[in-house]
T-cell receptor, first 116, second 114 residues
Framework: NAGVTQTPKFRVLKTGQSMTLLCAQD?????MYWYRQDPGMGLRLIHY???????AKGEVPDGYNVSRLKKQNFLLGLESAAPSQTSVYFC???????????????FGSGTRLTVV | DQQVKQNSPSLSVQEGRISILNCDYT??????FLWYKKYPAEGPTFLIS?????DKNEDGRFTVFLNKSAKHLSLHIVPSQPGDSAVYFC?????????????FGTGTRLQVTL
């Protein structure tokens, strides 16, 4: 049982380049999330999805786009990377929209992105 | 406006002693709180939670206390072990009852020394 898998694990981009981060989960979870972690800022929600074909903006959505074409996959895109997007990105999933007890999030191991 | 705050970015505790990690919140409507633990190069993992109808929840060496009047919760680890060295995040669902999106604190890095 792989849980939540993120690819790639590391990436260096030049300013203006584009890329897509892939998140895949094999737990049949309905909800999926993208967070970024920055020093002193904790985990901030970028976008999330409440089911296949749906997406919604989180706390810091600017500069990012997402798609959830298949239930098990949640893609995060950067159309024109900027140095401010240097961060560690975490994908998470949950069975339902509640984070209670066993429905708490399952996180991937993260993608470390550097934009130069 | 940060609704969940962890004011101590780091904490160092000797092995065998008690570790106390604190978290303050501003929204009195929060009805559930969670603690996550994160090791370097790994994603956060769920540790323990507490409902607002309780003031204490215990799981082995980990106990979370909730003081609703002070809008404060704390995580106690007794006894602390070197393997507990990690970053700890408190979190709360922003909309009571729906809880589809967790709001995380900034984290406290715990170092347990020998």
């Amino acid at each position: 049982n792989a849980g939540v898998t993120q690819t790639p694990k590391f990436r260096v981009l030049k300013t203006g380049q584009s890329m897509t981060l892939l998140c895949a989960q094999d737990m049949n979870h309905e909800y999926m999330y993208w967070y970024r972690q920055d020093p002193g800022m904790g985990l901030r929600l970028i976008h999330y999805s409440v089911g296949e074909g749906t997406t919604a903006k989180g706390e810091v959505p600017d500069g990012y786009n997402v798609s959830r074409l298949k239930k098990q996959n949640f893609l995060l895109g950067l159309e024109s990377a900027a140095p401010s997007q240097t961060s560690v990105y975490f994908c998470a999933s949950s069975l339902r929209g509640t984070a209670y007890l066993s429905d708490g999030y399952t996180f991937g191991s993260g993608t470390r992105l550097t934009v130069v | 406006d940060q609704q969940v705050k962890q004011n101590s970015p780091s904490l160092s505790v000797q092995e065998g002693r008690i570790s106390i990690l604190n978290c303050d919140y501003t929204n009195s409507m929060f009805d559930y709180f969670l603690w996550y633990k994160k090791y370097p190069a790994e994603g956060p993992t769920f540790l323990i939670s507490i409902s607002s109808i309780k003031d204490k929840n215990e799981d082995g060496r980990f106990t979370v206390f909730l003081n609703k009047s002070a809008k404060h919760l704390s995580l106690h680890i007794v006894p602390s072990q070197p393997g507990d060295s990690a970053v700890y995040f408190c979190a709360a669902p922003p909309t009571p009852g729906t809880a589809s999106k967790l709001t995380f604190g900034t984290g406290t890095r715990l170092q347990v020394t020998l």
